[in-house]
């Protein structure tokens, strides 16, 4: 039988309270010696004394920064397994250079993302939401036939900002469907883009051939503004922006100004900051849709990240090593 490691949950109290239903905490007993009560800090004497025996840590939202002070209070730790997407704000240095193992729920947290990006590409192909809004208005049956060549999914393109998680999880839910798949990643050759089911594009290509563009890049120093205003003006008229990534990647206030004079549609899941000051003018745009945030896992879906995640624990524990192992080397590429 493989040697059950001992491990602790870290993470904030809210997160706890969503991730550890009791189906999830008997799932990571099975495959570890379990800490029940999980650590919200690292600091009290109760933590420290879990943190002097614990080999693996199984974190999530909320989870401290894994600085110098807590590796050596932690000198069995070997492993981290992260319920959560991103790292950056949980490994630090120090972390990186003890070689601590990582492996995070990026990967099931994508789906969420990518159905609600499909939703939303159908969805404002048939400009669902404002046709809506004036049935609504209206109570009274529109004339099908007056209906612009302009609505519809049929040999729409969409173009795909970044062959990220998400981004590849979009373009193959998109496969079924009549639509012409545009893909601009400069770390992804013409091969591997056609590959993935999309036809590469340059930057300004994209945005110029795109009936729909959405924005999966992750934030970077290079990726912030990335979506400039010169791009928002190439757009197509009434095209429609959809950014699920983060939103200093796009320039919101030349966004704004686009979406207000009616010349382009979004549908904007993050924004910056989140939430908008109550008084933006985004907020009452008629060709806008503002979510909270809530692509990623919520509800049901948090269920996900805890199955992939004891199964990378019961992976290491068995000596296989993590499918979706973090690499330091790819930070520069991920989220």
């Known amino acids: 039988m493989p040697h059950k490691p001992t491990a602790a949950f870290a993470l904030s109290p809210g997160a706890a309270s969503a991730l550890l239903t009791p189906q999830a905490v008997a799932a990571f007993a099975e495959v570890c010696a379990l800490t029940p009560r999980p650590l919200h800090e690292f600091g009290s004497p109760e933590a420290l004394e879990v943190l002097r025996t ?37 490994m630090t240095d120090a972390a990186w250079e003890r070689g601590i193992e990582i492996t995070s729920a990026a990967a099931a947290n994508a789906l969420p993302v990518a159905e609600y990006t499909v ?8 400009r669902a939401l404002e046709r809506a809004r004036d049935y609504r208005t209206s109570r009274t049956t529109p004339d099908w036939a007056l209906v612009p060549h302009s609505v519809g999914n049929y040999r729409r393109t969409v ?18 469907y009549d639509l012409r798949i545009l893909l601009y990643d400069p770390f992804v050759t013409a091969d591997e883009a056609r590959a993935l089911g999309a036809e ?39 095209a429609v922006l959809i950014n699920t990534a983060r939103g200093p990647v796009v ?3 030349a966004l704004t100004e686009a979406a207000l004079a009616g010349r382009v549609r979004a549908v904007l899941d993050v924004t ?28 049901n879906e948090w269920a996900r990240l805890t199955d992939l995640a004891v199964e990378e624990l019961r992976r290491w524990a068995a000596g296989d090593g993590f499918a979706h192992s973090v690499r330091r080397e790819r930070l520069a590429f991920l989220a």
């Not at 985004?282 to 509800?299: E, F, M, N, R, Y």
């Open 159 to 176: 173009g795909i900002l970044s062959a990220s998680l998400i981004g590849r999880r979009v373009i193959e839910l998109l496969r079924p």
């Open 119 to 126: 939703a939303m590409i159908l969805l404002s192909g048939k």
């Open 251 to 253: 320039d919101q206030d």
């Open 272 to 299: 910056d900051p989140e939430p908008l000051p109550p008084e933006h003018p985004l907020w009452d745009c008629p060709g806008v849709l503002i979510t909270p945030h809530l692509a990623g896992s919520q509800g």
């Open 54 to 90: 614990t080999e693996v840590l199984i974190t999530g939202w909320g989870c401290p920064p894994l600085d110098a002070a807590v590796l050596a209070a932690a000198p069995l730790l070997k492993s981290v397994v992260h319920t959560a997407g991103s790292v950056r704000e949980l």
């Open 200 to 238: 590469p594009a340059g930057l300004d290509e994209l945005f110029t051939l795109s009936d729909t563009v959405s924005v999966h890049t992750p934030l970077l120093a290079e990726t912030r503004g990335l979506v400039s205003r010169e791009l928002i003006d190439a757009l197509r008229p009434d």
